[in-house]
């Protein structure tokens, strides 16, 4: 096997009304060889407008320095600030990464790609609202779940095709099969199903060198996040497990698509855990040391960004007290933060998200040449 990142830079970016912001990054990075994975944070009062919890983060070359160009574009007046963490994970010439942008105005949306091995690849996507006739939206018009419908072609789906519209972002990350291979797993739940559930088998893989990224789509039809949340974690050697915890008798339906990504050799390393955030805005939760140029965060939710965690529902839900941000706050400790505003609602929750950590391409190894830096916009 052999190692596939080149580096690993974490920035962040705060907006207090929506728009672009655009943050350079310090190591030189091939942008088109780069990948964002980011969690936000509000950190004023919010309400329930679901165009605000989505950010869409695309690589762009700002002027011959990387960068990575983030998209926040809410509807309606009462949004509360955002603070967006951002790992920006840049990949080597044994990994090949498209991208592009698809506007979503229907169910579905089904962009090309260049031919792919499906046992070596896995999306990951970013989405901002787009359009302005539509103040608000249900999650049923807000989940997106992303697949493979072929090796040539990617799917975009999700279970209204009314208001709001949505510009998704998305990565293909696809391994020569000499570093990474995935395994994808999908399932659905219905109605008063409660987790944790086992979601379903897959092939044996070891715990500390596997993670999950995963999509997710519903037809929740109104404002009861804990009916529409799904939290998603490896559990075993061979299973996936879903949490779900609501409050009433809902009748909505989700599916739910993970790629598991593993290693045999000493690629990344993996520790994963399960944090209960009750009645604080800000926790911690200890890890093994690590390196901080090194090393993500990915949250198991059930969208690419962002964390939507939720393991009790005790009165109305107000996401800010849901969504969390994740960052290293040293190199054995990660912090947990979200506006947290009113302890009736969304005091009582779990967030689940996992340590990747990277073994990093050394420059000039004579086992891997790199690919040279490009100066283009990856659009």
Not at 7 to 14: A, L, P, R, W, Y
Not at 272 to 289: E, L, W, Y
Request: net charge negative.
């Amino acid at each position: 096997m052999a190692n596939f990142v080149v580096s690993v830079e974490k920035v962040q970016t705060t907006f207090t009304v929506g728009g672009v912001n655009t943050v350079n990054l310090s190591k030189s990075q091939d942008e088109t060889q780069c990948v964002p994975f980011y969690t936000m944070r509000f950190t004023a009062d919010q309400t329930n407008n679901r165009t605000a919890q989505f950010c869409r983060l695309v690589m762009i070359d700002n002027g011959g320095t990387p960068a990575v160009q983030v998209h926040w574009t809410p509807s309606g007046a009462t949004i509360g600030d955002i603070t967006v963490d951002i790992f920006v994970v840049e990949y080597g010439s044994n990994v090949t990464v498209q991208s592009g942008t698809t506007a979503v105005t229907g169910t579905s949306a089904t962009p090309a790609i260049t031919a792919v091995t499906l046992a070596n690849a896995f999306i990951v996507t970013t989405q901002d609202w787009n359009d302005g006739a539509s103040s608000s939206a249900d999650w049923e018009d807000s989940f997106m779940q992303a697949s493979f419908n072929s090796t040539i072609e990617i799917a975009f789906e999700r279970r209204a095709g009314g208001h709001p519209d949505w510009d998704v972002t998305w990565y293909v990350v696809e391994s020569d099969g000499t570093d990474f291979t995935t395994e994808y797993v999908e399932f659905s739940w219905s109605g008063t199903d409660q987790g944790p559930t086992t979601a379903g088998t897959i092939t044996a893989v070891t715990l500390a060198k596997a993670f999950l990224i995963c999509t997710y789509e519903c037809d929740e039809i109104d404002d009861d996040m804990d009916n529409a949340i799904v939290n998603m974690a490896l559990t075993a050697t061979t299973t996936l497990t879903w949490y779900r915890n609501h409050g009433g008798s809902p009748t909505q339906t989700g599916t739910i698509g993970v790629w598991v990504v593993k290693t045999s050799g000493t690629e990344f390393s993996v520790e994963r855990f399960a944090k209960d955030v009750n009645g604080a805005t800000t926790n911690t939760q200890a890890i093994t040391a690590i390196d901080q140029a090194k090393a993500i965060l990915i949250s198991n939710q059930n969208v690419a960004g962002g964390c939507w965690p939720i393991n009790s529902y005790t009165a109305t839900n107000v996401i800010d007290n849901l969504q969390h941000s994740l960052i290293f706050t040293s190199t054995t400790e990660v912090t947990l933060q979200r506006f947290f505003t009113d302890t009736l609602d969304g005091t009582n929750n779990n967030v689940r998200f996992e340590v990747v950590e990277f073994e990093l391409i050394v420059a000039g190894a004579a086992s891997l040449t790199m690919a040279p830096y490009q100066a283009h916009n990856m659009r």
